[in-house]
């Protein structure tokens, strides 16, 4: 059962991916994942959405995970990046919001705030990516998260991103 009391004391990551075998990727991001967590991951489920920034690619499936973070915030971007690169993703040459094998965004971080071009919390565009607040909502509806002034709820609820999204698996 999940203890909704503590959903503010996570860090939460957003996975994505439309290149490959997405389902295993995802699946194999979240194992690194919980490599770097001290208790279990809260997943949310598995969206597809229309592709975001490119539109002439293929879908993007994402999901939302939660977990308790054993090292900082730059020591925990350095993993996703690292996790990123084992799972075929090249920074260097691909294009901005295009296809990729896997993306892995730091969303928020309990108390932290941080406006540095490598580390930018909360992440600067979730209130306007459906794609990520649509599976988020489902595991906390009502999180707050720390550097915003509204709950994951509402702001799906406001999102301007008019692109689809539909639960997968």
């Known amino acids: 059962m999940l203890d909704f009391r503590a959903m503010d004391t996570l860090v939460w990551v957003g ?19 919980a490599a770097q967590s ?36 730059r020591a925990l971007l350095a993993a996703l990046q690292a996790v990123e690169a084992r ?30 071009a490598a580390l930018m919390l909360p992440h600067p565009r979730l209130a306007q990516r459906r794609f990520v607040l649509a599976p988020w909502s489902e595991v906390a509806p009502a999180l707050v998260p ?11 609820a406001d999102c301007p991103d008019g692109g689809w999204v539909r639960r997968c698996w």
């Open 15 to 33: 996975l994505g991916g439309n290149r490959g075998d997405v389902r295993a990727t995802l699946a194999g991001a979240r194992g690194a994942l």
């Open 38 to 73: 001290s208790r279990p991951l809260v997943c949310s489920p598995v969206y597809a959405s229309a592709p975001w920034g490119e539109g002439d690619q293929a879908v993007f499936f994402n999901q939302v995970v939660g977990l308790a973070p054993t090292g900082a915030p």
């Open 87 to 116: 799972f075929g993703r090249d920074r260097a040459k691909e294009r901005r919001w295009g296809p990729r094998t896997l993306d892995l965004d730091l969303l928020c971080w309990p108390g932290v705030v941080s406006a540095e």
């Open 146 to 156: 720390f550097g915003l002034g509204a709950a994951v709820g509402s702001l799906l």
